[in-house]
Protein backbone atom coordinates (compact mmCIF):
# COMPACT_ATOMS: atom_id res chain seq x y z
CA UNK A 1 0.00 0.00 0.00
CA UNK A 2 1.18 3.37 -0.92
CA UNK A 3 2.15 5.49 2.07
CA UNK A 4 0.66 9.32 1.38
CA UNK A 5 1.77 12.48 3.53
CA UNK A 6 -0.34 15.61 3.73
CA UNK A 7 0.99 18.74 1.98
CA UNK A 8 2.78 20.01 5.53
CA UNK A 9 4.41 17.49 5.97
CA UNK A 10 5.70 16.47 2.96
CA UNK A 11 7.18 19.90 2.69
CA UNK A 12 8.93 19.83 5.87
CA UNK A 13 10.73 16.72 4.64
CA UNK A 14 11.74 17.97 1.61
CA UNK A 15 12.62 21.11 3.14
CA UNK A 16 14.85 19.30 5.53
CA UNK A 17 16.50 16.88 3.50
CA UNK A 18 19.59 17.52 0.66
CA UNK A 19 18.03 15.50 -2.05
CA UNK A 20 20.83 14.40 -4.83
CA UNK A 21 20.52 16.35 -8.19
CA UNK A 22 22.45 15.42 -10.97
CA UNK A 23 24.59 17.95 -12.17
CA UNK A 24 26.28 18.34 -15.55
CA UNK A 25 30.29 17.82 -16.19
CA UNK A 26 30.39 18.24 -19.70
CA UNK A 27 27.91 21.00 -21.09
CA UNK A 28 28.50 24.04 -18.54
CA UNK A 29 28.76 27.46 -20.29
CA UNK A 30 30.08 30.36 -18.10
CA UNK A 31 28.66 33.44 -18.81
CA UNK A 32 2.27 29.28 -10.61
CA UNK A 33 2.27 25.66 -10.50
CA UNK A 34 3.06 24.11 -13.51
CA UNK A 35 0.28 22.77 -15.53
CA UNK A 36 0.16 21.61 -18.91
CA UNK A 37 -3.69 21.43 -19.33
CA UNK A 38 -5.12 21.40 -22.81
CA UNK A 39 -7.38 25.02 -21.84
CA UNK A 40 -4.40 26.60 -19.96
CA UNK A 41 -2.70 29.70 -21.95
CA UNK A 42 0.77 28.46 -22.65
CA UNK A 43 4.18 29.81 -20.74
CA UNK A 44 6.44 31.59 -21.70
CA UNK A 45 10.22 30.48 -22.88
CA UNK A 46 11.84 33.77 -20.40
CA UNK A 47 11.78 35.13 -17.50
CA UNK A 48 14.05 37.51 -17.55
CA UNK A 49 16.25 35.77 -15.27
CA UNK A 50 15.99 32.16 -17.07
CA UNK A 51 15.08 31.15 -20.56
CA UNK A 52 14.79 27.48 -22.73
CA UNK A 53 15.90 27.37 -26.44
CA UNK A 54 15.58 24.25 -28.49
CA UNK A 55 18.94 24.15 -30.63
CA UNK A 56 20.44 21.78 -33.36
CA UNK A 57 24.39 20.94 -33.20
CA UNK A 58 25.23 23.88 -35.57
CA UNK A 59 22.96 26.03 -33.37
CA UNK A 60 19.44 27.57 -32.55
CA UNK A 61 16.57 26.21 -34.11
CA UNK A 62 14.02 28.49 -36.32
CA UNK A 63 11.44 29.81 -33.29
CA UNK A 64 9.07 32.42 -33.70
CA UNK A 65 6.97 34.38 -31.33
CA UNK A 66 2.98 34.39 -31.54
CA UNK A 67 1.16 36.33 -28.95
CA UNK A 68 3.29 35.43 -26.17
CA UNK A 69 4.36 32.19 -26.55
CA UNK A 70 7.39 31.10 -28.33
CA UNK A 71 7.20 28.16 -31.00
CA UNK A 72 10.14 25.90 -32.70
CA UNK A 73 10.27 24.40 -36.20
CA UNK A 74 11.58 21.24 -36.23
CA UNK A 75 12.26 18.75 -38.99
CA UNK A 76 11.18 14.90 -38.81
CA UNK A 77 14.54 13.04 -38.08
CA UNK A 78 16.22 16.14 -36.99
CA UNK A 79 18.28 15.63 -33.33
CA UNK A 80 17.84 18.73 -30.82
CA UNK A 81 19.02 19.44 -27.28
CA UNK A 82 17.51 21.62 -24.41
CA UNK A 83 19.58 24.84 -23.23
CA UNK A 84 18.59 26.48 -19.83
CA UNK A 85 20.28 29.69 -19.20
CA UNK A 86 20.38 31.47 -15.88
CA UNK A 87 21.54 34.40 -15.24
CA UNK A 88 21.69 35.04 -11.68
CA UNK A 89 24.53 34.71 -9.59
CA UNK A 90 23.21 31.35 -7.93
CA UNK A 91 22.93 28.19 -8.60
CA UNK A 92 19.78 26.79 -9.51
CA UNK A 93 17.92 23.77 -10.37
CA UNK A 94 15.82 23.37 -13.37
CA UNK A 95 13.73 20.24 -13.52
CA UNK A 96 13.04 19.31 -17.66
CA UNK A 97 10.15 17.72 -19.38
CA UNK A 98 9.59 16.84 -23.26
CA UNK A 99 6.41 16.48 -24.51
CA UNK A 100 5.16 16.25 -20.38
CA UNK A 101 7.25 13.16 -19.45
CA UNK A 102 10.64 14.42 -17.01
CA UNK A 103 13.79 13.96 -18.97
CA UNK A 104 15.75 12.09 -16.04
CA UNK A 105 13.34 9.40 -14.92
CA UNK A 106 11.22 9.42 -18.29
CA UNK A 107 8.06 9.33 -15.67
CA UNK A 108 4.93 12.10 -16.07
CA UNK A 109 6.06 15.45 -14.94
CA UNK A 110 6.07 16.07 -11.74
CA UNK A 111 8.55 18.94 -10.10
CA UNK A 112 7.58 18.11 -6.81
CA UNK A 113 8.83 14.62 -6.78
CA UNK A 114 11.10 15.25 -9.50
CA UNK A 115 14.41 16.44 -9.19
CA UNK A 116 16.72 17.66 -12.32
CA UNK A 117 20.20 19.57 -13.61
CA UNK A 118 22.08 22.07 -11.52
CA UNK A 119 23.04 24.92 -13.46
CA UNK A 120 25.84 27.35 -12.27
CA UNK A 121 25.79 31.40 -11.89
CA UNK A 122 25.69 32.91 -15.20
CA UNK A 123 25.81 29.82 -17.09
CA UNK A 124 23.88 27.25 -18.95
CA UNK A 125 23.07 23.54 -19.55
CA UNK A 126 21.97 21.54 -22.05
CA UNK A 127 20.11 18.29 -22.32
CA UNK A 128 20.57 16.48 -25.11
CA UNK A 129 18.07 13.49 -24.04
CA UNK A 130 16.11 10.99 -21.50
CA UNK A 131 18.85 9.79 -19.26
CA UNK A 132 19.98 6.65 -19.54
CA UNK A 133 22.34 6.43 -16.86
CA UNK A 134 25.04 8.67 -15.61
CA UNK A 135 26.76 8.58 -18.69
CA UNK A 136 24.45 8.78 -21.43
CA UNK A 137 20.93 9.93 -22.44
CA UNK A 138 18.75 8.52 -25.66
CA UNK A 139 19.09 11.24 -27.89
CA UNK A 140 15.85 13.95 -28.24
CA UNK A 141 14.89 13.88 -31.89
CA UNK A 142 11.90 14.86 -33.68
CA UNK A 143 9.76 12.21 -35.22
CA UNK A 144 5.76 11.08 -35.66
CA UNK A 145 3.54 12.13 -32.57
CA UNK A 146 2.99 8.04 -32.87
CA UNK A 147 7.08 7.50 -32.52
CA UNK A 148 7.22 10.06 -30.11
CA UNK A 149 8.80 8.84 -26.23
CA UNK A 150 5.53 10.27 -24.98
CA UNK A 151 3.12 8.72 -26.94
CA UNK A 152 4.44 5.06 -26.85
CA UNK A 153 4.86 5.50 -23.07
CA UNK A 154 0.72 6.09 -23.07
CA UNK A 155 0.82 10.25 -23.08
CA UNK A 156 -0.04 11.53 -26.44
CA UNK A 157 -1.72 14.44 -25.22
CA UNK A 158 0.71 16.01 -23.98
CA UNK A 159 3.55 16.02 -27.10
CA UNK A 160 4.53 18.98 -28.24
CA UNK A 161 6.40 21.52 -25.68
CA UNK A 162 9.52 21.44 -23.31
CA UNK A 163 8.75 22.39 -19.73
CA UNK A 164 11.36 23.72 -17.65
CA UNK A 165 10.83 24.95 -13.62
CA UNK A 166 13.42 26.37 -12.30
CA UNK A 167 13.89 26.18 -8.24
CA UNK A 168 16.60 28.67 -6.40
CA UNK A 169 19.04 27.14 -3.61
CA UNK A 170 18.07 27.60 -0.19
CA UNK A 171 20.70 29.50 1.48
CA UNK A 172 23.11 27.68 4.09
CA UNK A 173 23.87 30.69 6.12
CA UNK A 174 22.46 34.57 5.86
CA UNK A 175 25.33 37.18 5.25
CA UNK A 176 25.66 40.01 7.19
CA UNK A 177 24.74 42.66 4.80
CA UNK A 178 21.71 40.96 3.01
CA UNK A 179 21.27 41.34 -0.60
CA UNK A 180 18.55 40.31 -3.14
CA UNK A 181 18.55 36.81 -4.44
CA UNK A 182 18.51 37.83 -7.91
CA UNK A 183 21.10 40.64 -8.75
CA UNK A 184 20.20 41.95 -12.20
CA UNK A 185 23.00 40.89 -14.69
CA UNK A 186 23.59 41.64 -18.30
CA UNK A 187 21.78 39.43 -19.80
CA UNK A 188 18.88 39.82 -17.29
CA UNK A 189 18.46 43.34 -18.47
CA UNK A 190 18.58 42.47 -22.09
CA UNK A 191 15.97 39.63 -21.27
CA UNK A 192 11.97 40.57 -21.57
CA UNK A 193 9.74 38.08 -20.82
CA UNK A 194 7.01 37.80 -23.12
CA UNK A 195 2.87 37.89 -22.14
CA UNK A 196 0.61 34.87 -21.96
CA UNK A 197 -2.24 35.94 -23.44
CA UNK A 198 -2.12 32.82 -26.39
CA UNK A 199 -5.40 31.41 -27.60
CA UNK A 200 -5.97 28.50 -26.14
CA UNK A 201 -6.08 26.61 -29.74
CA UNK A 202 -2.22 27.06 -30.23
CA UNK A 203 -1.14 24.56 -27.27
CA UNK A 204 -2.89 21.59 -29.08
CA UNK A 205 -1.80 18.64 -30.68
CA UNK A 206 0.53 19.17 -33.20
CA UNK A 207 2.53 16.96 -35.80
CA UNK A 208 5.74 16.46 -34.53
CA UNK A 209 7.11 14.81 -31.14
CA UNK A 210 10.04 13.62 -29.78
CA UNK A 211 11.75 10.05 -30.03
CA UNK A 212 14.03 7.87 -27.24
CA UNK A 213 16.95 8.09 -29.68
CA UNK A 214 20.31 6.91 -30.05
CA UNK A 215 22.86 6.61 -27.20
CA UNK A 216 24.69 9.82 -26.36
CA UNK A 217 27.52 10.49 -24.21
CA UNK A 218 26.61 12.89 -21.45
CA UNK A 219 28.55 12.18 -18.43
CA UNK A 220 27.13 13.41 -15.10
CA UNK A 221 27.63 13.64 -11.38
CA UNK A 222 25.75 13.86 -8.76
CA UNK A 223 25.49 16.73 -6.15
CA UNK A 224 23.89 18.24 -3.52
CA UNK A 225 21.43 20.52 -4.06
CA UNK A 226 18.31 22.34 -1.00
CA UNK A 227 15.41 23.93 -2.64
CA UNK A 228 14.49 27.12 -1.34
CA UNK A 229 10.53 26.15 -1.67
CA UNK A 230 10.60 22.61 -2.67
CA UNK A 231 7.23 22.93 -3.89
CA UNK A 232 7.05 26.09 -5.63
CA UNK A 233 9.34 26.79 -8.43
CA UNK A 234 10.39 30.35 -9.02
CA UNK A 235 9.67 30.01 -12.74
CA UNK A 236 8.04 28.38 -15.16
CA UNK A 237 9.08 28.10 -18.46
CA UNK A 238 7.92 26.30 -21.85
CA UNK A 239 9.00 25.89 -25.55
CA UNK A 240 6.31 24.64 -27.82
CA UNK A 241 7.19 23.31 -31.28
CA UNK A 242 5.87 21.47 -34.51
CA UNK A 243 6.72 20.75 -38.01
CA UNK A 244 6.50 24.14 -40.82
CA UNK A 245 2.86 22.32 -41.92
CA UNK A 246 1.94 22.48 -37.98
CA UNK A 247 2.94 25.90 -37.17
CA UNK A 248 0.75 26.58 -40.66
CA UNK A 249 -2.43 25.13 -38.77
CA UNK A 250 -1.83 26.74 -35.83
CA UNK A 251 -1.36 30.45 -37.42
CA UNK A 252 1.91 30.70 -35.98
CA UNK A 253 3.25 30.78 -39.82
CA UNK A 254 1.07 32.26 -42.75
CA UNK A 255 0.35 29.68 -45.40
CA UNK A 256 2.37 29.25 -48.63
CA UNK A 257 1.92 31.40 -50.99
CA UNK A 258 1.23 28.71 -53.24
CA UNK A 259 -2.05 27.79 -50.79
CA UNK A 260 -3.54 30.95 -51.09
CA UNK A 261 -6.32 31.79 -53.97
CA UNK A 262 -4.72 34.02 -56.70
CA UNK A 263 -7.33 36.51 -58.03
CA UNK A 264 -6.95 38.06 -61.05
CA UNK A 265 -4.90 41.29 -61.51
CA UNK A 266 -7.85 44.53 -62.07
CA UNK A 267 -7.02 45.75 -66.01
CA UNK A 268 -6.85 49.36 -66.45
CA UNK A 269 -8.05 49.22 -70.05
CA UNK A 270 -10.47 46.69 -70.06
CA UNK A 271 -12.92 48.74 -73.08
CA UNK A 272 -11.20 51.74 -73.91
CA UNK A 273 -14.38 53.37 -74.53
CA UNK A 274 -13.94 56.93 -75.18
CA UNK A 275 -16.27 59.09 -72.81
CA UNK A 276 -18.04 58.17 -69.73
CA UNK A 277 -21.26 56.87 -69.67
CA UNK A 278 -23.75 57.91 -67.13
CA UNK A 279 -23.96 54.71 -64.32
CA UNK A 280 -26.80 52.69 -64.17
Not at 56 to 72: E, I, K, M
Not at 201 to 227: H, I, K, W
Request: with cysteine; glycine share 8%.
Amino acid sequence: MRKTTTPTSKRAVLAAIACLTLAAACDVHTRDAFAMQRDAPPLAASSGSFAVTLESDSGSLPSYTHRGGVFVEGRRGEAYGVRVTNSTPERVEVVVTVDGRDVVSGAPGDFEAQRGYVVEPWGSVRVDGFRRSLDEVAQFRFASPEDSYSSRRGTPENVGVVGVAVFRERLRRAPSNPVPLAVPGPAEARAEAPGADMDKGASRRGRLGTQYGEDRAAPVTETRFERAEPQRPDALLAVYYDSREGLVARGVLPPPVSALPIEPEPEPFPVNGRFAPPPP
